[in-house]
């Protein structure tokens, strides 16, 4: 329930992105994924998705260590 009040988003500007991969490995959640379309710069970029999660587990706390790690400032972080 207190899960569902704090909920929180985040949004990946794919174009940003280099393919570190530094987001993924450091969400605590497993939220962020490596998505199998290339980006202009030839990057298969990170991105997020909750919908193949189960949403009741794996919501974004919105602790925002995926946009602080991130070194091309490509994560916003959304709290709700
Ligand atoms: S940390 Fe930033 S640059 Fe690295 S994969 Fe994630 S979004 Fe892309
Ligand atoms: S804000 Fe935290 S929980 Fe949400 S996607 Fe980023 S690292 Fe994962």
Redo the contacts with the bound molecule.
């Keep these: 329930m207190a899960d569902k009040l704090t909920k929180a988003s985040i949004r990946?500007?794919?174009e940003?992105?280099?393919?570190?991969?530094?987001?993924?490995a450091?969400c605590p959640e497993n939220l962020?994924f490596v998505s199998g379309k290339l980006n202009s710069k030839g990057?298969y970029?990170?991105n997020y998705s909750e919908e193949e999660l189960d949403i009741e587990k794996h919501a974004c706390k919105g602790c925002a260590l995926?946009a602080i790690?991130?070194?091309?400032?490509?994560?916003e972080v959304y709290r709700g």
């Design positions: 990946i500007n794919t940003l992105c280099k393919g570190c991969y530094l987001c993924k450091t962020i990057y970029p990170a995926c790690v991130c070194p091309d400032l490509a994560i």
